[in-house]
C-alpha cells in the first residue's frame, strides 16, 4: 500500500523510507500483540487498516480484534473469515458494548506478546513499523514504553501533518499526550498495573501511559524518530479536529489530576492541553530577583515598577547591579530606589562582563532562589514569580524560562533550540501573540534544553553546584545556553512556560554586534560552544532531527 504523500512533507518522507528499509533486526525474539478495539468501524478503512498489519515486514505479530458489539454483519462476517485465514489474528466478541478501556482489557487477556502495540480501528501502520520499533527494542532491551512519530491521513487519503517529537519529555507530557501514536507497551508492566482504567474512556491510553510512565526510569522511555503511524482525520476523530472529542479532554483532566493529586490541575490554553499548577512549599523561600544595568534609568524604571505593580509573589528582593554608571540622573535614582527599601544595591566596577556580574551578585544574594533578569524586562503577568517558584522548588527541575514578547507583540524567546543557526537560537521567533506554534508548544509547559538569561530563575544550590556562569570564555553570548546545557548535564530537567509573560526590550541597553572587536568576541564564544558541546548541539533531545535548523520556525529540514 502506496500512500500519496504532501508535498512539503515529500522529501523528508522519502528519506525516511531509504533509512527504515536499511533497518534490521538481528533477532526475532520480540512478538508484539496489536490490541485494536473495533465498534462500528467503516469496513472500508477497517480492511485497510488490517491489510497495513498483514503487509509487515515483521512477522511476528498477534493481531487482537475486539469487536465491542458493533451488530454489523458483515463486519462480522469479515473477522471470521479473517480469522480463519491468518491464524496470528484473533477476535474477540463482546455480546454489549462495553465501551473501549474494558474492550481493551478483554484483547489484553489474550495477548501472548512481550510488548502491546495500540492500533485504532481506522488507522495504519507503516510497512516497516513493528520491523523498526524490534530493532529499537534490540538497541534497548529495558525499554518499557516506545513511542514513534505520526502524521494524518487526510479524506483523499494522502499522508500530511508529521508530528516529529522529542525525545521523552515529561513536562510536555504532563501539558498533552504528545507521545498519542505509536505507542507500544511492555506487557508485564501493562499487566502489573492493571490494564486500562474504566471512567476515563476517551483518554484511556493517556491514563495507561501515566500510569506505567511512573513504573520505569525515564531512560526506559524510548522515542523512535520515524513516522510509523498513519492517524485518519476523519469525523469524530480528533486527528480532523480538536473538537470532535470534547470530553477527551475532561477525561485527561481527570487521569491528570489523580496521577497529581498534590497538584492542581486545570485546562490548558488550547484545547486537550493541561496546566498542573505545582504547590508553592509553604515556606515561601525568598527570590533574589538580579538586574544588572549600566545607566539606563528609563528601562531600569520600566523594570523595577512592572515588577512592583505585577507580581503576586511577595517574598522577593532585588539586586540592582551597577556596573559603572555615569549618568548622573541614573545615578541618583538607583539610590532613591535603594533609600526606599525597593532594591539592594551593588556595585560591580569591573569592565562588562555578563557572567561575571551575575556570578559575583550570586554571592550576594540573601535568597535560596534566583531569578537573573535583564533590565530592558517588563512583566506582564501577575504569576509569573509564581510560577517560577513553584516550578524551580520541585527537585528535579533546573532553569525555569519564560515567554518573552517584544514590544510590537511578535514572539522573542519562546525557549532555546540547541543547534539552531549552528550554536542556538529562540523557538519560534516573531510568531504573532496568540499563536499556537508547533503542535500547540507556544501554548505548553515543557522541558527545552535552554531558556535566555533575559529571566532565568534557579535555585541558589543549583547555580553554585554547576559552578554558575562561564565568566572566563563565555563573557557576554551563549553564557544562558552553556549554563542550562551544564544544568541539564547535572541531571536536572529545564522548563519553559508559556504563563510567565513579559516584554523583552531586547538588547537596548547593550547593543548590537557592531565592531570588529565584538565581532571578534562572538566569534570565540561560538568556538568555544562548538568545542565544549561538540554533537550535542545537533542533537536536541527536546527538538528533532526532522527539523530545521537554520530557522527558527520548526518548519521541516
Known amino acids: 500500500m502506496t500512500l500519496p504523500i504532501d508535498a512539503d512533507y515529500t ?7 531509504q533509512l527504515l528499509s536499511k533497518l534490521k533486526v538481528h533477532s526475532n ?6 490490541l485494536v478495539p473495533v465498534y462500528k468501524p467503516d469496513l472500508e478503512l477497517f480492511k485497510e487498516m488490517v491489510s497495513s498489519v498483514l503487509m509487515q515486514t515483521y512477522s511476528h505479530w498477534q ?13 462480522s462476517d469479515y473477522l471470521s473469515e479473517l480469522a480463519a485465514s491468518e491464524s496470528r489474528v484473533k477476535v474477540i466478541r463482546s455480546e454489549h458494548n462495553i465501551h473501549i478501556s474494558a474492550a481493551s482489557n478483554l484483547g489484553l487477556g489474550v495477548a501472548n506478546g512481550e510488548y502491546v502495540v495500540l492500533l485504532d480501528h481506522d488507522d495504519l501502520l507503516h510497512k516497516a513499523a513493528l520491523k523498526t520499533v524490534a530493532n529499537y527494542i534490540e538497541k534497548y532491551p529495558d525499554a518499557v514504553v516506545l513511542y514513534s512519530d505520526e502524521d494524518k491521513l487526510t479524506a483523499k487519503g494522502e499522508r500530511a501533518a508529521p508530528h516529529f517529537k522529542p525525545k521523552w519529555n515529561r513536562d510536555l507530557f504532563y501539558s498533552m499526550n504528545y507521545i498519542s501514536h505509536l505507542g507500544v507497551y511492555k506487557k508485564s508492566t501493562v499487566d502489573a498495573i492493571g490494564g486500562f482504567k474504566l471512567g476515563v474512556e476517551g483518554s484511556q491510553d493517556y491514563d495507561l501511559l501515566l500510569r506505567c510512565v511512573e513504573q520505569c526510569r525515564d531512560q526506559q522511555i524510548i522515542h523512535i524518530p520515524y513516522v510509523l503511524y498513519h492517524w485518519r482525520a476523519l469525523r469524530g476523530s480528533t486527528a480532523l479536529a480538536e473538537s470532535e472529542k470534547a470530553y477527551s479532554a475532561d477525561a485527561g483532566l481527570l487521569a491528570l489530576q489523580t496521577h497529581l493529586s498534590d497538584c492542581i490541575v486545570e485546562s490548558g490554553n488550547l484545547p486537550n492541553t493541561y496546566k498542573v499548577n505545582w504547590p508553592v512549599p509553604e515556606s515561601c523561600p525568598l527570590v533574589s530577583i538580579i538586574i544588572p544595568t549600566k545607566n539606563a534609568k528609563k528601562l531600569v524604571k520600566q523594570c523595577v515598577d512592572s515588577i512592583y505593580r505585577k507580581t503576586l509573589y511577595t517574598h522577593f528582593e532585588i539586586l540592582l547591579v551597577d556596573n559603572k554608571s555615569d549618568d548622573l540622573a541614573s545615578v541618583e535614582y538607583f539610590k532613591a530606589l535603594e533609600v526606599e527599601g525597593k532594591i539592594r544595591l551593588i556595585s560591580y566596577d569591573k569592565p562588562f562582563n555578563y557572567s561575571a556580574i551575575n556570578n559575583f551578585a550570586v554571592t550576594q544574594a540573601k535568597g535560596e532562589l534566583l531569578v537573573l533578569m535583564n533590565n530592558d524586562i517588563e512583566i506582564l503577568s501577575e504569576s509569573w514569580l509564581t510560577e517560577m517558584v513553584a516550578n524551580m522548588s520541585r527537585s528535579d527541575i533546573g532553569c525555569v524560562g519564560a515567554k518573552l514578547y517584544y514590544p510590537d507583540g511578535k514572539l522573542q524567546h519562546g525557549g532555546v533550540i540547541i543547534g539552531l543557526g549552528g550554536v542556538a537560537g529562540h523557538s519560534h521567533k516573531y510568531f504573532p501573540k496568540g499563536h499556537p506554534g508547533y ?12 531558556v535566555t538569561a533575559a529571566c532565568l530563575a534557579v535555585r541558589k544550590e543549583v547555580f553554585e553546584e554547576v559552578g554558575g556562569l562561564n565568566e572566563k570564555h563565555l563573557t557576554i553570548a551563549f553564557n544562558d545556553v552553556d549554563f542550562c546545557l551544564k544544568v541539564q548535564q547535572a541531571g536536572y530537567r ?4 508559556p504563563y510567565i509573560e513579559m516584554v523583552h526590550h531586547e ?3 547593550r547593543g548590537t554586534e557592531d565592531t570588529p572587536e565584538k565581532q571578534a568576541r562572538f566569534a570565540s564564544e561560538v568556538n568555544y560552544m562548538k568545542k565544549t558541546w561538540g554533537k550535542q548541539l545537533l542533537n536536541d533531545p527536546c527538538y528533532s532531527q526532522w527539523l530545521t535548523l537554520d530557522r527558527e520556525d520548526f518548519s521541516l529540514r
Open 11 to 17: 522529501e523528508v518522507a522519502k528519506v525516511q523510507n
Open 494 to 497: 529545564n522548563l519553559w512556560s
Open 439 to 450: 503542535f500547540k508548544r507556544l501554548q505548553v509547559v515543557q522541558n527545552l534544553s535552554a
Open 29 to 34: 525474539s520480540v512478538t508484539f500483540s496489536i
Open 507 to 509: 538588547s537596548i541597553s
Open 63 to 75: 493481531l487482537i480484534l475486539v469487536d465491542d458489539a458493533s451488530g454489523d454483519p458483515l463486519l
